[in-house]
């Protein structure tokens, strides 16, 4: 009895591995075939097909070779890590940096040093707010104004990708992801006065109403000093008398009428 139970324990366990090895069938997925780096262009050599589970459906992934070979690559990818469609340009976007740019937008290069630079911690993939300071027209003080928000950097110096282990490093030149109007203005704000980047969390996406800073604003204005009071003891000079009124003055005409003559006082 004992080894027909076993028997039959194992036929049954038998039937169901088959069953889930039927239903378990595998698809065709592309994957890279070693470590990719972003910016390159995809070749041949660079893909391989892997086996993945079909009951595991990978959205925005590719079947054939031939749908990725020839698309620069956006993001860097491992060994036998799938290639998705996000992960990929536009063919003929071209490569290296210029991968990264989406249609309609800049790349826009300003001047940065390790204080502009919050400290070297400007990452490729960093969100952050430019903020400028210059003088008003007209001679009105200084304003310190925040001019764009939420902007993405591209580049940190020459390196497009974030270094794993986030540390910092202090670059020359941070390169921005900007739209043709705010390159235009990014790059008149450097040239009348000076900028500096404000790192901000890349899950924060609202953009807020921000007033400008004037330069009145932090120095209050100097008050007048109050006039000393004077202790000096006043002396009273006595009251002159009030002159008499003078008599009015009389004044005389005569009047010579042929052989008469007559006076006349007013």
């Known amino acids: 009895?004992?080894?027909?139970?076993?028997?039959?324990?194992?036929?049954?366990?038998?039937?169901?591995?088959?069953?889930?090895?039927?239903?378990?069938?595998?698809?065709?997925?592309?994957?890279?075939?070693?470590?990719?780096?972003?910016?390159?262009?995809?070749?041949?050599?660079?893909?391989?097909?892997?086996d993945w589970p079909a009951d595991i459906p990978l959205a925005s992934s590719f079947s054939k070779a031939e749908?990725?070979?020839?698309?620069?690559?956006?993001?860097?990818?491992?060994?036998?890590?799938?290639?998705?469609?996000?992960?990929?340009?536009v063919a003929g976007s071209g490569i290296g940096l210029a991968a990264k740019i989406p249609p309609g937008m800049r790349a826009t290069a300003v001047r940065s040093n390790e204080i502009v630079g919050v400290a070297g911690f400007l990452f490729p993939?960093?969100?952050?707010?430019?903020?400028?300071?210059?003088?008003?027209?007209?001679g009105s003080g200084s304003i310190t104004q925040t001019v764009?928000?939420?902007?993405?950097?591209?580049?940190?110096?020459?390196?497009?990708?974030p270094d794993p282990q986030g540390k910092p490093q202090t670059v020359s030149v941070v390169t921005l992801l900007l739209s043709p109007e705010d390159s235009q203005r990014l790059l008149l704000t450097s040239a009348q006065g000076t900028i500096q980047?404000?790192?901000?969390?890349?899950?924060?996406?609202?953009?807020?109403?921000i007033n400008p800073t004037r330069l009145d604003q932090l120095v209050a204005s100097a008050k007048p000093a109050a006039p000393p009071v004077s202790?000096?003891?006043?002396?009273?000079?006595?009251?002159?008398?009030?002159?008499?009124?003078?008599?009015?003055?009389?004044?005389?005409?005569?009047?010579?009428?042929?052989?008469?003559?007559?006076?006349?006082?007013?």
């Open 1 to 50: 009895m004992a080894t027909v139970l076993a028997g039959s324990l194992a036929y049954v366990v038998y039937r169901r591995l088959r069953v889930s090895a039927a239903q378990r069938r595998a698809v065709p997925v592309v994957a890279a075939s070693r470590d990719l780096a972003a910016g390159i262009t995809l070749t041949p050599d660079d893909v391989t097909l892997l």
């Open 148 to 161: 764009m928000q939420d902007v993405e950097v591209l580049a940190a110096g020459q390196t497009i990708e």
């Open 125 to 138: 993939g960093s969100h952050l707010d430019v903020l400028a300071t210059y003088n008003q027209p007209g």
């Open 231 to 266: 202790r000096c003891t006043r002396t009273l000079m006595p009251t002159p008398p009030t002159p008499s009124p003078k008599p009015p003055e009389t004044f005389s005409m005569e009047v010579i009428q042929g052989s008469q003559r007559s006076v006349h006082k007013f």
């Open 67 to 89: 749908a990725v070979i020839g698309r620069p690559l956006i993001y860097a990818l491992g060994a036998k890590e799938p290639v998705l469609e996000r992960d990929l340009a």
């Open 197 to 209: 980047f404000v790192l901000r969390s890349g899950a924060d996406k609202k953009k807020v109403a």
